[in-house]
Every structure is written in structure tokens, then in C-alpha cells.
Nanobody, 123 residues
Framework: QAQLVESGGGLVQAGGSLRLSCAAS????????MGWFRQAPGKEREFVAT????????DYADSVKGRFTLFRDNAKNTVYLQMDGLKPEDTAVYYC????????????????WGQGTQVTVSS
């Protein structure tokens, strides 16, 4: 049974940094596209970033491009989201996700979700 466990969320001031981790188990991690979504209060869940199974292709939402970096360690079955230059509008619950196929750009393509980790950015 697939399990995704996120960690690393917290409270940070605007301009600060956080690194989120997602540890996966019960699935062939090294052969899977992985990614992150986020959901702010009162808003729909939105795509943040995705990474190919080899880590050679990474895509970001325009809102985080240039500030967030997604990378993975297949030996540790873990994907990381380094978030720099955080803004109050980045405040949300961040979810790790695995798609049904190889494309991960919309919640409808997600097969498995983590439980989420809260990120709060104060102004």
C-alpha cells in the first residue's frame, strides 16, 4: 500500500526558506513521477511542481518559478521541495502526490496523496 509522508512545514517570515520532504513507501518510487500541490484556505488545490522519475525534468507553476526547487533522492525514496523567498501568498497546506501516469499537473491526475504539511508565511 502506497504511503507518502510529508514533513518540514512550519511558520516562517516573508523572505525566509523552508525545505519540505516527502518520504514514500509501498511503491516503486524510483520509477515514478512525483510532485507537490498546495491548498490555501477557501481555495482549490493547485499544482506547485513535478519531477520525472530520473529527476532530469522538472516543471513549476509560474507562481513559484525561480523561488522553489524540486529534487529527489531515489536511494532514500524521498522528494524534496526547497522553498526560498517565501511570500505570504505561499501560505497553504502542501501535499505530496503520485500520478496515475507520468504527467502530474492537475489534481485529477493524482493516484495517491500525502496527509499534507502546513506552511505559514507571515508578513
Amino acid at each position: 500500500q502506497a504511503q507518502l509522508v510529508e514533513s518540514g512545514g512550519g511558520l516562517v517570515q516573508a523572505g525566509g526558506s523552508l525545505r519540505l520532504s516527502c518520504a514514500a513507501s509501498g511503491l516503486p518510487f524510483s520509477r515514478l513521477t512525483m510532485g507537490w500541490f498546495r491548498q490555501a484556505p477557501g481555495k482549490e488545490r493547485e499544482f506547485v511542481a513535478t519531477i520525472s522519475w530520473r529527476g532530469d525534468k522538472v516543471d513549476y507553476a509560474d507562481s513559484v518559478k525561480g523561488r522553489f526547487t524540486l529534487f529527489r533522492d531515489n536511494a532514500k525514496n524521498t522528494v524534496y521541495l526547497q522553498m526560498d523567498g517565501l511570500k505570504p501568498e505561499d501560505t497553504a497546506v502542501y501535499y505530496c502526490a503520485v500520478p496515475y501516469g507520468s504527467i502530474l499537473d492537475d489534481p485529477s491526475r493524482v493516484e495517491s496523496w500525502g496527509q499534507g504539511t502546513q506552511v505559514t508565511v507571515s508578513s
